[in-house]
């Protein structure tokens, strides 16, 4: 697929980026490519992210951001469930990693979900989620909530607690 300049993609586990740039550049003395040019949002620093067109291992990992219909379908189907607690916390870890770097909107949804409903079981009984699975769902969050912000044109904050509601009100 190709994209353009100034088109606001999803890319991996960088989340949503702009692409600033298209162009032929060189690295560390290598012959020149042409790569394109990322800046994440919602990223304090002002990284840049540099991918080369003939990498289909690193082109591959960039989506067009959801339309406006497909988000507010995608809202409409929350919360969704499909995945089960792993008690082991070895085998959690990695499945939560799976999930946040390759999942679906919808796996990583049903991640929020089911992490949230565990938040809140644990706090019922007096005890705190662990820092591995708070910053699962952190990971988790910032993926569906800078999409969804970008998209409705409010602050990642405000599908934050969207979601959170409209989990808490199942």
């Not at 560390?28 to 992210?49: G, H």
Request: hydrophobic content about 40%.
């Amino acid at each position: 697929m190709d994209f353009r300049v100034g088109e606001i993609i999803v890319y991996g586990s960088n989340g949503v980026c702009k692409i600033d740039d298209i162009k032929e550049t060189s690295f560390f003395k290598e012959p020149p490519k042409t790569y394109y040019f990322l800046s994440p949002l919602f990223v304090k620093s002002s990284s840049v992210i540099y991918v080369p067109l003939d990498n289909p291992a690193q082109t591959d990992k960039i989506k067009p951001i959801m339309t406006e219909k497909e988000a507010d379908e995608f809202i409409k189907s929350l919360p969704v469930t499909g995945m089960e607690w792993i008690e082991d916390r070895n085998r959690r870890k990695e499945a939560f990693t799976r999930v946040l770097s390759s999942g679906t909107r919808s796996e990583i949804a049903a991640l929020i979900e089911l992490v949230i409903s565990h938040r809140k079981l644990l706090e019922n009984e007096g005890r705190k989620l662990n820092a591995q699975d708070e910053r699962a769902l952190d990971e988790a969050m910032r993926r569906i909530d800078n999409e969804l912000a970008v998209i409705k044109g409010v602050e990642p904050q405000v599908i934050q607690e969207q979601i959170i509601s409209m989990i808490d009100a199942v």
